[in-house]
Nanobody, 115 residues
Framework: QVQLVESGGGLVQPGGSLRLSCAASRTIFIINAMGWHRQALGKQRELVARISSAGSTNYTDSVKGRFTISRDNAKNTVYLQMNSLKPEDTGVYYC?????????WGQGTQVTVSS
């Protein structure tokens, strides 16, 4: 069974940077979109960034210009570079791989932005 393994979360001060990674434990031969979602305490999970198989990207407005999503298809891996972090970026970040047959979710990694 395929699992998505996330890494890179942690505690960072406002204005700092983190890089999240998410890799599949086994090869998924067809992945359409890859993305990152986040869920803050007491709030609904929201889409943060998404990248298509062709490499086109879209971001939620609050992270535009600060976050960059990228993917390595050969490694079945997606990344999220987060710069100029703000306290409101705090939450659990989940990666998502969408194949033609099903979606795969990561287990979540905590990102805390605090001084």
């Amino acid at each position: 069974q395929v699992q998505l393994v996330e890494s890179g979360g942690g505690l960072v001060q406002p204005g700092g940077s983190l890089r999240l990674s998410c890799a599949a434990s086994r090869t998924i031969f067809i992945i359409n979109a890859m993305g990152w979602h986040r869920q803050a305490l007491g709030k609904q999970r929201e889409l943060v960034a998404r990248i298509s198989s062709a490499g086109s990207t879209n971001y939620t407005d609050s992270v535009k210009g600060r976050f960059t999503i990228s993917r390595d298809n050969a490694k079945n891996t997606v990344y999220l570079q987060m710069n100029s972090l703000k306290p409101e970026d705090t939450g659990v970040y989940y990666c998502l791989f969408s194949s033609p047959w099903r979606d795969y979710w990561g287990q979540g990694t905590q990102v805390t932005v605090s001084s």
